[in-house]
């Protein structure tokens, strides 16, 4: 049986490598322009990526876990990738929005002008990409917490 220590380790770094390949060369180009669009046709190319990052993730998972025999509890890390996929969707729909401000801006992009992102959310052109990343790597020490149980 592998220690939790190094189980979280494993899959913290399977999920970060899995992450960057389901969001950079997995997503496509028209499901990058449109997930963030309002009403359904932005909600159906945000679902499909998050389904083709979910997708991604598992395999990483898996297959981690047959090579390394981690003992992973499959129940645990299908809760994991739930959380990891509801909230890439959630983090995702507010592509394109980052630099709004007002009561019509997506809760998440109010949330970070609350907290006093907003200069640097509407100034630095990778700002928002930056701040979206971040979002999706704390969630996924959070997945990895949860898996590596």
Not at 34 to 41: F, M, N, Q, S, T
Not at 118 to 144: E, F, I, N
């Amino acid at each position: 049986m592998t220690a939790p220590a190094a189980r979280f380790a494993a899959v913290s770094a399977a999920l970060l490598a899995t992450h960057e390949v389901a969001d950079h060369i997995v997503q496509t180009n028209s499901q990058a322009l449109a997930k963030g669009l309002p009403g359904r046709d932005g909600r159906v190319a945000c679902a499909a990526h998050v389904a083709g990052y979910v997708a991604t993730q598992a395999v990483g998972l898996a297959v981690l876990d047959h090579t390394l025999g981690l003992g992973l509890n499959w129940r645990r890390a299908a809760l994991a990738l739930a959380v990891s996929g509801a909230t890439h969707y959630a983090i995702d729909r507010n592509a394109t929005h980052w630099a709004e401000t007002g009561p019509g801006a997506p809760l998440l992009v109010r949330a970070a002008h609350a907290i006093g992102k907003g200069g640097w959310l509407t100034h630095d052109p990778q700002g928002p990409y930056r701040y979206d990343q971040a979002l999706h790597k704390g969630v996924l020490a959070v997945a990895s917490f949860i898996a590596a149980r």
